[in-house]
């Protein structure tokens, strides 16, 4: 019966988004006709070469390096032992394909993930049932950005991004289902998606608790997906409006529409939701099993994806600039930035999170030209896999990228890269990566039992 219920509350969502004909029309016009080039959608499949098994096991010593093994759990940054929920998810994909390409044994994958879930079962949260945004490597404790020992709050966009990772690695590991649901199940979703089904973080400052509606559009959308995967809808983060469009060389881009003075969202257009939807859902709708191909069931986000990609292109045929773009860290202030394709007003704009400009902190992306170059199987993305496969450390791992203005390489190594690196060869592999589970869990068992009082609110409303 609950199945049924989420069905239908599904089915009218999907009925509001699609009913808006301003909205869709304003998507299809958007991306300049893209919808009737079916072609460039097509990736690359199929067995790994020689070469690309050996990009697999360069990335895999990232991991192998910055493993902890009082815990389990694995650096964010390269030697730095902390980490935040969406790192967790990179460490889990990147797991999979460890034991997939055969980097480790069975047995390794089983005692690792072992490890994983005891984390996430006796994880610490904060007084709000939610899990904490930063945890230490080392001791499994909640922690600030500079590793003291902290609860500093929550982010329901991460703590998304890692519900889509634990139902793929259910999905490869049904035998540990009943682990990560009891985990899961500890949580007060009532925190992280509000009544009116927005998402929502948290931040806490001296034991003064301030919750903001978290996301722009993108990422919102990607994270709401996690959501669904436990039946729960957060409607209005599905949901693409507001949005306003611009246009950069002849390409129209949707971005957040809110008006920053009135919230505080930087609102930048990077390309990281829409290559994560396409990897792990072949830009389908999340009850979707079809298998890859060049039809996609959301067809507003994979339009939205082709756009950026091609917008990207496009600066190559205009300007001769390479160009793949995302967030990264650099090596001194600020520390981290926001490679964006359109931001205040303005393109191929690298912010901060305050807003501040960038510019000569711009880079081609290794994780981002992985990930395009097997999402999109054109010449300009095996132009930026030439540019871009040079980029590694054999002993620890591949860089971040390569700079816009110098080519020099940014020489920081982190998970996100590597398990980004790792995750697009997993999809060359197996397709899309997520398939929707119509087999009974844990979860299912506890929802439907009248005898089951977990004591955490489950959102009720839209489950």
């Known amino acids: 019966m609950k199945r049924i219920i989420y069905q239908v509350c599904l089915l009218i969502v999907v009925l509001t988004i699609s009913a808006c004909g301003a909205l869709y029309q304003g998507v299809q016009s958007g991306v300049t006709g ?7 959608r097509q990736g690359r499949y199929g067995p790994l070469t020689e070469q690309e098994l050996q990009w697999a096991q360069i990335a895999w010593t990232y991991v192998e ?3 902890q093994l009082a815990t389990g759990l694995v650096n964010s940054i390269d030697n730095y032992p902390n980490m935040d929920l969406s790192s967790f998810a990179d460490y889990l994909f ?11 044994t069975t047995k390794e994958h089983d005692e690792r993930l072992t490890l994983a879930i005891n984390f996430l079962v006796t994880m610490p949260l ?4 939610v899990p904490n945004k930063v945890y230490s490597t080392i001791t499994g404790q909640m922690v600030d950005y500079g590793n003291q020992p902290a609860e500093i709050g929550w982010s329901a966009i991460d703590a998304g991004r890692l519900l889509i990772a634990l139902a793929f690695t259910k999905q490869r590991n049904p035998e540990f289902t009943e682990y990560i649901d009891k985990a ?5 979703f009532c925190e992280l998606v509000s009544k009116k089904g927005e998402l929502y973080g948290g931040d806490i400052n001296n034991g003064q608790v301030t919750t903001y509606k978290e996301g722009r559009l993108g990422i919102e959308e990607y994270a709401a997906y996690g959501y669904m995967d436990w039946q729960i809808i957060p409607g209005k983060s599905l949901a693409l409006e507001p949005y306003q469009v611009t246009t950069i060389n002849g390409i129209d881009l949707l971005f957040d529409g809110r008006d920053p003075r009135h919230y505080d969202v930087l609102r930048p257009v990077f390309p990281t939701p829409f290559l994560w939807f396409g990897l792990e859902f072949n ?6 099993n079809s298998s890859f191909d060049a039809n996609h069931s959301n067809e507003i986000l994979a339009a939205m994806a082709d756009s950026i990609y091609q917008v990207q292109e496009s600066r190559w045929d205009v300007e001769r600039v390479y160009t793949a773009r995302g967030e990264h860290v650099v090596s001194g202030e600020p520390y981290f930035v926001y490679d964006a394709i ?10 901060a999170e305050d807003g501040s400009s960038h510019d000569h902190l711009a880079l081609v992306s290794t994780r981002v030209a992985f990930q395009m170059w097997v999402l999109w199987k054109t010449n300009y993305t095996d132009r930026l896999m030439t540019l871009v496969r040079e980029l590694y450390n054999p002993q620890r791992g591949w860089y971040e990228g390569r700079y816009e203005a110098s080519s020099r390489y940014e020489k920081i190594i982190t998970l996100k890269t590597n398990a980004g690196v790792l995750e697009a060869l997993l999809y060359k592999v197996n397709g899309k990566l997520y398939q929707a589970n119509e087999e009974k869990e844990y979860r299912d068992v506890q929802f439907d039992s009248r005898f089951y009082h977990p004591g955490k609110c489950l959102v009720e409303t839209f489950r």
């Open 94 to 104: 990147a797991l999979e394909a460890g034991r997939q390409f055969e980097l480790i």
């Open 283 to 288: 830009w389908d709708d999340i009850d979707d």
């Open 65 to 67: 390096n910055n493993t």
């Open 126 to 129: 904060v007084a709000y049932s």
């Open 34 to 40: 893209v919808n009737e080039s079916q072609w460039i």
């Open 342 to 351: 359109y931001a205040l007003g303005t393109p191929w704009i690298t912010v």
């Open 184 to 188: 899961v199940l500890r949580w007060n």
